[in-house]
């Protein structure tokens, strides 16, 4: 190929974005039979970058903390009844029919792995995904409603095909708080699914949102259409790391 023929291509590739075209329209015509065969490999090859760049982005748009794969999960070592519930869950169809995951347990027992791990799996299969925690979204909120732009938040918020919501109970709130979470959570209910995960019982959810009527109208609407799994039982977490340590010494 004549080289001011090649540098254009490679500058026509870059103006249009086409990564997979620009890696390999060189390779390709040397094995080529004919033009359509050329041609139509090129267009797999420029549509798998594209969906591997559609995947990155929604990757990073769920504001994954850190990426934990539900493959590397040790499910022996995982609470009883989620051993049985995970490979239902990991269908992804509760997503798809818009109903909740509510997980309940003592700290350490593999809830946020679990859950990031379902998250990252919606994301390759092309589901919008948000990660939070409950104290991170009350502030998020507070802010978007001192500044007027709550209507605008929320609009995004209900979008979302799966809304992670970790860590409710580690931190209380105020009324508007509560009041604020209560009226976001309630536009996804019966609609679009979330993943919680709570150390508190809900009997002791009053401990966090502190009005009773708000807190029994929360557990309501989230129980609704909703998996619960028992997460009780020996810490996960620590189990890792003892095992990291055998294998280190």
């Known amino acids: 190929m004549q080289l001011k023929l090649r540098d254009e291509i490679l500058d026509l590739c870059q103006y249009l974005k086409f990564t997979g075209i620009k890696k390999h329209f060189e390779e390709e015509l040397e094995s080529a039979s004919d033009y359509e065969d050329y041609l139509l490999k090129l267009l797999r090859y420029e549509v798998e970058e594209k969906e591997k760049c559609s995947v990155e982005c929604r990757m990073r748009s769920a504001h994954f903390p850190y990426r934990k794969y539900l493959e590397d999960l040790e499910i022996n070592e995982l609470p009883e009844t989620m051993q049985q519930r995970l490979p239902e ?85 105020d009324r508007e708080g509560t009041e604020l979470l209560f009226n976001n959570l309630s536009l996804r209910a019966g609609r679009k699914s979330m993943i919680v995960t709570s150390n508190l019982t809900f009997a002791r959810w009053t401990e966090v949102f502190i009005d009773p009527a708000i807190t029994n109208a929360l557990v309501d609407r989230l129980t609704h259409k909703s998996i619960i799994v028992d997460m009780n039982g020996d810490s996960y977490r620590l189990k890792e790391t003892l095992s990291l340590k055998e294998q280190l010494t």
């Open 89 to 173: 869950l990991a269908t992804l169809d509760f997503i798809e029919k818009g109903k909740n995951l509510i997980m309940i347990g003592n700290p350490g027992t593999g809830k946020t792995h679990i859950a990031l791990g379902l998250g990252i799996k919606a994301c390759l299969q092309g589901y919008k995904v948000l990660y939070t925690t409950i104290p991170f979204l009350v502030t998020e909120l507070k802010e978007c409603n001192s500044q007027k732009r709550l209507r605008y938040f929320q609009n995004r918020f209900e979008k979302y095909d799966l809304v992670i919501a970790d860590e409710l109970g580690y931190i209380s709130f």
